[in-house]
């Protein structure tokens, strides 16, 4: 079965900074990875997901991610972040076959920003 | 247009209480999503519906836990008996087909219930 782990549950930043939210995945087939935002007292949002093709990914409010697979690895970036980033980012993984379009989700990274 | 809706938005209940959470989807959306988000579990997939039917039950805790899906469209998750450890946010998500995990998951706000 297929697991991720966000070992940071809490991430200070500064804003204006750089951040990176770290994630790993473990499975034995290959996956696909999401990353989602959640605002307080709000649903899920997808910031954005790796299918495959180029290892680096491009998603809204200027987040980006780069898979890599030797690294079993998905850390999200921002080379800026504003106080309207503060939540809690949420790593996934779901099987491309056989999995039931499952999302499997790791323990959240809740980003603070400060001033 | 309109994203996923739950109701009741806030659940207080008593142990031993039955509860029903309401999911309404996007509108055409033919996959629908259960998850329970809870402080010592994290967020966790309890049921996927295509259309009407369940193909995938494995994450539903236990017996106590049933959902149902009626027109293709609203979900109703119910929990019988309700006990202490059900307490956690209830999200709901939508798909556009289902048959694709490409696809992208619309989460609702959730309902937070808790359970005394």
């Known amino acids: 079965a297929q697991s991720v782990t966000q070992l940071d549950s809490q991430v200070p930043v500064f804003e204006e900074a750089p951040v990176e939210l770290r994630c790993n995945y473990s499975?034995?087939?290959?996956?696909?990875l999401f990353w989602y935002v959640q605002y307080p007292n709000q649903g899920l949002q997808l910031l954005l997901k790796y299918l495959s093709g180029s290892t680096l990914v491009k998603g809204i409010n200027g987040f980006e991610a780069e898979f890599n697979k030797s690294q079993t690895s998905f850390h999200l970036r921002k080379p800026s972040v504003h106080i309207s980033d503060t939540a809690e980012y949420f790593c996934a993984v779901t099987l491309p076959t056989g999995g039931g379009n499952k999302l499997t989700f790791g323990t959240g990274t809740q980003l603070k920003v400060e001033l | 247009g309109a994203g996923v809706s739950q109701s009741p938005s806030n659940k207080v209940t008593e142990k031993g209480k039955d509860v029903e959470l309401r999911c309404d989807p996007i509108s055409g959306h033919t996959a629908l999503y259960w998850y329970r988000q809870s402080l010592g579990q994290g967020l966790e997939f309890l049921i996927y519906f295509q259309g009407n039917s369940a193909p995938d039950k494995s994450g539903l805790p236990s017996d106590r836990f049933s959902a149902e899906r009626t027109g293709g469209s609203v979900s109703t998750l119910t929990i019988q008996r309700t006990q202490q450890e059900d307490s956690a946010v209830y999200l709901c998500?939508?798909?556009?087909?289902?048959?694709?995990?490409?696809?992208?998951?619309?989460f609702g706000p959730g309902t937070r219930l808790l359970v005394l």
């Open positions: 998500a939508s798909s556009l087909v289902g048959t694709s995990p490409q696809e992208t998951q619309y």
């Open positions: 499975s034995s087939v290959s996956v696909y």
